[in-house]
């Protein structure tokens, strides 16, 4: 077991956004988290994150976790790799895992471009890189492909099943069915 959920609400002002959530990831697996725009996935991966506190339940996470919630933000008038070092210096992260991580995502080449120069799926790569470089053994990936071009659809679908092969957990949200059928053997879904 790699992340267990049991019972997890999440009330904000008397709405309730996420009611009695419980699921099991074992380590390596590749699970899909499906559900509509407003089911509640984004909050249970913030708590599962520790970036909100569930309003009842538990969560136990063996292991590093790590996470690119929504859209991953940058310093647009700095280069992936400025952006990446100065990231690392925050966490105290080792420098030498920077480049390991824009390699592994293919942005080696634009490493010295700014990040406003980016295309939206250089941007989720860079976010991507960002995620990697704490080697962490729990991914959650929200919404990973948003507004990216077939090209970049395949490209991520790729960089997922090979960070995968390594034996990392990975928790993949998303509203679209298709997109998570070629990706992931397992399914959660989050309704209501």
Known sequence: MSLTLEHITKNFRGFQAVEGVSFTLERGEVVGFLGPNGAGKTTTMRMIAGLITPSS??????????????????????????????????AGIPQRMVGASLERVGLTERQHSRVSAYSQGMRQRLG?????????????LDEPTNGLDPQGVADMRDLIRDISSTGMTVLLSSHILAEVEKICPRVLIIAK
């Open 128 to 140: 991507l890189a960002r995620t990697l470089m704490t080697e962490p053994d729990v991914l959650l």
């Open 57 to 90: 339940g538990r969560i136990r996470l063996e292991g590093k976790l790590s996470a690119m919630i929504e859209e991953p933000s940058f310093y647009p008038y700095l280069s992936g790799l400025e952006n990446l070092r100065y990231a690392a210096t925050l």
